[in-house]
């Protein structure tokens, strides 16, 4: 394997398991969106939200079946990412390439902007930036193997 390859390889490998990553991360969501992993995330919702008031029961219900929603969605849709990363991508088919770009950007700016209208600044911070340079940079790095 020459030198570009291996340069690919690792990039290729990298947009794979930071999807297998986010598809932990999705898991969490959903069925642990309580527990501390999410405690500084929850913490600022709630405060942008609700005041920094507890929660009534009926509420948090609300908010756990958001994030069961949330969290299954997040793991299908990097399901669907590494299955591109392993096969389409793999082999420098351009519209893998195209397609990972548009769906993580569109994520990515449809919702930032909702999280910037409701003020929700710290998921912009906390996930949306982290999640856009933990997968755009491969795909910025790998983009002279595509054109």
């Given at each position: 394997?020459?030198?570009e390859?291996?340069?690919?390889?690792?990039?290729?490998?990298?947009?794979?398991?930071?999807?297998?990553?986010?598809?932990?991360?999705?898991?969490l969501?959903?069925?642990?969106?309580?527990s501390?992993?999410?405690?500084?995330?929850?913490?600022?919702?709630?405060?942008?939200?609700?005041?920094?008031?507890?929660?009534?029961?009926?509420?948090?219900?609300?908010?756990?079946?958001?994030?069961?929603?949330?969290?299954?969605?997040?793991?299908?849709?990097?399901?669907?990412?590494?299955m591109?990363?392993?096969?389409?991508?793999?082999?420098?088919?351009?519209?893998?390439?195209q397609?990972?770009?548009?769906?993580?950007l569109?994520?990515?700016?449809?919702?930032?902007?909702?999280?910037?209208?409701?003020?929700?600044?710290?998921?912009?911070?906390?996930?949306?930036?982290?999640?856009?340079?933990?997968?755009?940079?491969?795909?910025?790095?790998?983009?002279?193997?595509?054109?």
């Amino acid at each position: 394997m020459n030198r570009e390859d291996k340069c690919f390889y690792f990039w290729q490998k990298w947009l794979t398991y930071a999807n297998v990553l986010t598809i932990g991360i999705g898991l969490l969501v959903a069925f642990a969106g309580n527990s501390w992993v999410f405690d500084l995330h929850n913490k600022y919702t709630i405060e942008v939200f609700f005041d920094g008031q507890t929660l009534n029961h009926e509420t948090m219900a609300l908010k756990n079946w958001l994030f069961g929603i949330i969290g299954g969605t997040i793991v299908g849709f990097h399901i669907l990412m590494v299955m591109i990363s392993e096969n389409s991508f793999k082999k420098k088919e351009l519209w893998a390439y195209q397609a990972m770009w548009l769906a993580l950007l569109s994520w990515f700016l449809i919702d930032s902007s909702i999280s910037m209208y409701y003020k929700a600044i710290h998921n912009i911070i906390i996930i949306n930036l982290f999640a856009l340079i933990l997968i755009g940079l491969p795909l910025v790095m790998t983009r002279k193997y595509f054109y």
